[in-house]
């Protein structure tokens, strides 16, 4: 079970990615004010719990926003 600040910070680094659409990882951890430490405990929750919303390519090391669209009430489709 993920912790109240482990859940707080996952979805601040969503909220900025989407905002954002893509983002380099240390222009996200400025932005959120968050250590090297804190980004690698986040990095895998967000990225198992949260695919569905962002994607982090290794090779650039940037975070990018998924498309989600609404097609009908109670389900979404992701659209890459």
Do not use: C, G, V
């Given at each position: 079970m993920a912790t109240a600040i482990?859940?707080?910070?996952?979805l601040k680094m969503i909220s900025l990615i989407q905002k954002e659409k893509t983002i380099h990882?240390?222009?996200?951890?400025?932005?959120l004010s968050m250590?090297?430490?804190t980004y690698n405990q986040i990095?895998?929750?967000v990225e198992?719990?949260?695919g569905q919303y962002v994607h982090y390519d290794r090779k650039s090391q940037t975070?990018?926003?998924q498309t989600?669209?609404?097609m009908s009430e109670g389900s979404i489709v992701i659209k890459e």
């Open positions: 482990l859940l707080k910070n996952a990882k240390f222009d996200l951890m400025d932005k250590s090297i430490s990095k895998p929750y198992h719990r949260y975070w990018t926003a989600i669209t609404e």
